[in-house]
């Protein structure tokens, strides 16, 4: 099994930016699809960024795309999330997600979820 923790989440103003982190544990990091999903309170949670065991295929949802940026360091076992032009509707927490088969923004695509970290950005 894989064990995926975030970092780097915290308290923004309306503009900033913040770049997230997951480490993933286990020495198959390249094997893994990795996305990136967010839940603000009270709504389900949703597709943020995917990308492809390589890095060669980015995807990332609507409200984000322009803004955010996802990467990997398949060396470092990590994934990013680097988010420009925060805005209040950003606020969530925001969790790092593996998965097996292919980039995807469907939850039920990823096998193994880090336990969240929170994005907080103040207007």
């Known amino acids: 099994q894989v064990q995926l923790v975030e970092s780097g989440g915290g308290l923004v103003q309306a503009g900033g930016s913040l770049r997230l982190s997951c480490a993933a544990s286990?020495?198959?990091?390249?094997?893994?699809?990795m996305g990136w999903f967010r839940q603000a309170p009270g709504k389900e949670r949703e597709f943020v960024a995917t990308?492809?065991?390589?890095?060669?295929?980015?995807n990332y949802a609507d409200s984000v795309k322009g803004r955010f940026t996802i990467s990997r360091d398949n060396a470092k076992n990590t994934v990013y999330l680097q988010m420009n032009s925060l805005k209040p509707e950003d606020t969530a927490v925001y969790y790092c997600?593996?998965?097996?088969?292919?980039?995807?923004?469907?939850?039920?695509?990823?096998?193994?979820w880090g336990q969240g970290t929170q994005v907080t950005v103040s207007s």
């Open positions: 997600a593996a998965g097996v088969l292919t980039t995807s923004d469907r939850r039920d695509s990823y096998r193994y």
């Open positions: 990308i492809s065991r390589t890095g060669s295929t980015v």
């Open positions: 286990g020495r198959t990091f390249s094997t893994y699809v």
